[in-house]
Nanobody
């Protein structure tokens, strides 16, 4: 069974940093695109950052210049979050696309990131 396992969340003060990691386990195929989404209480889920199989990257405008998405192999993705703000508080989910898929079909359970002011 394919699973996405996230780690690295927690509580941090405003201005601090966290690094999220996501590993795809149980799969022998390389994922195509991978991404991080987040959902804050009472708000819709939104894309934070995405990276394609060719390493093309896209960021939500609210995190551009502060967050960095990266991969060190096809099935591991990171999100380095610097200069964190209270409005970054949310549950962060990792997502992945199998080759040939248009949408992200694989999702992690989510990890809490809380930024205190």
């Amino acid at each position: 069974q394919v699973q996405l396992v996230e780690s690295g969340g927690g509580l941090v003060q405003a201005g601090g940093s966290l690094r999220l990691s996501c590993v795809v386990s149980g799969s022998v195929i390389s994922m195509s695109g991978m991404a991080w989404y987040r959902q804050a209480p009472g708000k819709q889920r939104e894309l934070v950052a995405a990276i394609t199989g060719r390493n093309n990257i896209d960021y939500n405008v609210s995190v551009k210049g502060r967050f960095t998405i990266s991969r060190d192999n096809a099935n591991t993705v990171y999100l380095q979050m610097n200069s964190l703000k209270p409005e970054d508080t949310a549950v962060y989910h990792c997502a992945a696309q199998r080759p040939g898929e248009i949408f992200f079909s694989l999702w992690g359970q989510g990890i809490q990131v809380t930024v205190s002011s």
